[in-house]
C-alpha cells in the first residue's frame, strides 16, 4: 500500500492559473518535502516542514507557496505558474533511519 | 556549484554482468549516502544507503561503497537484470540539517539481455 500519495498525478494548466498539489502520508513522519524535478536534471528541494516549521530553501521562488494542516497532509500551492514551473513535483517524507519516502509525483503541464 | 554529481548520464550493460554506478561530492560535512531508483513516471524509491562511518553496505545485488578520502560513492549491481534498468540517483545528506539531502542527476541503466 502506497504510503505517500501524491494528488494529481497529472496536472495541465494555462499559464498564470493558479494550481495547488496535494501530499498525504500514512508514515506519522514528522518531516515532509517538496521537490522540483526537471528532465534530466537533480530533483531540486523547495521547501520542507519539521512538524508545522517552515523552511524555505534561499532560491525558491515566491510563486511557490506550501501548506501543512496536520501531520498527515502537505500542499503545494504554485500561484501563478509560468513556462518554466513545468516539471514533476515530488513530496517526500523523512524516517528516523535517514531515508526519504517518496510518492509517486505530480506532473505539471503549463500550457 | 554542483556539490553531487553524477558523470555518467547513462550506462549499459549486458544481463548477468555487474552495473557500476558512481557519484562524487565536495562536502566532507554529508554524514549519510543514499541511493534511489526511479522508473519513469513515478518518484523514486529508496534502495540502499551507507553512513560515514562505514565503507561497504550490502544487501542481495546491491552493494555500496564509500570512500571518504576520494569522495567517491558507488553502487555495484551483480548480476545485472533487465528490471534494474531505470535512472539511478545518489543523494547525500548534511550534518545536522534536517535530513534535508541534495542529490545528483541521475544515470540511466540500461540492463540488455
Known amino acids: 500500500d502506497a504510503m505517500v500519495i501524491q494528488n494529481p498525478r497529472y496536472q495541465v494548466t494555462q499559464f498564470g492559473k493558479p494550481v495547488t498539489l496535494s501530499c498525504s502520508q500514512t508514515?506519522?513522519?514528522?518531516?515532509m518535502y517538496w521537490y522540483q524535478q526537471k528532465s534530466s536534471q537533480a530533483p531540486k528541494l523547495l521547501f520542507h516542514?519539521?512538524?508545522?516549521?517552515?523552511?524555505n530553501e534561499a532560491d525558491t521562488p515566491d510563486n511557490f507557496q506550501s501548506r501543512r494542516p496536520n501531520t498527515s497532509f502537505c500542499f503545494l500551492d504554485i500561484r501563478s505558474p509560468g513556462l518554466g514551473d513545468a516539471a514533476m513535483y515530488l513530496c517526500?517524507?523523512?524516517?528516523?533511519?535517514?531515508?526519504?519516502?517518496f510518492g509517486e509525483g505530480s506532473r505539471l503541464t503549463v500550457l | 556549484d554542483q556539490q553531487v554529481k553524477q558523470n555518467s548520464p547513462s550506462l549499459s550493460v549486458q544481463e548477468g554482468r555487474i552495473s557500476i554506478l558512481n557519484c562524487d561530492y565536495t562536502?566532507?560535512?554529508?554524514?549519510?549516502f543514499l541511493w534511489y531508483k526511479k522508473y519513469p513516471a513515478e518518484g523514486p524509491t529508496f534502495l540502499i544507503s551507507?553512513?560515514?562511518?562505514?565503507d561497504k553496505n550490502e544487501d542481495g545485488r546491491f552493494t555500496v561503497f564509500l570512500n571518504k578520502s576520494a569522495k567517491h560513492l558507488s553502487l555495484h549491481i551483480v548480476p545485472s537484470q533487465p528490471g534494474d534498468s531505470a535512472v539511478y540517483f545518489c543523494?547525500?545528506?548534511?550534518?545536522?540539517?534536517?535530513?534535508?539531502?541534495?542529490f545528483g542527476q541521475g544515470t540511466e541503466l540500461s540492463v540488455k539481455p
Open positions: 517526500a517524507t523523512h524516517a528516523a533511519t535517514g531515508e526519504l519516502f
Open positions: 543523494a547525500v545528506r548534511i550534518y545536522n540539517q534536517g535530513g534535508k539531502l541534495i
Open positions: 551507507i553512513s560515514s562511518i562505514k
Open positions: 516542514y519539521y512538524d508545522k516549521d517552515f523552511n
Open positions: 508514515l506519522n513522519h514528522n518531516v
Open positions: 562536502n566532507s560535512m554529508f554524514d549519510y
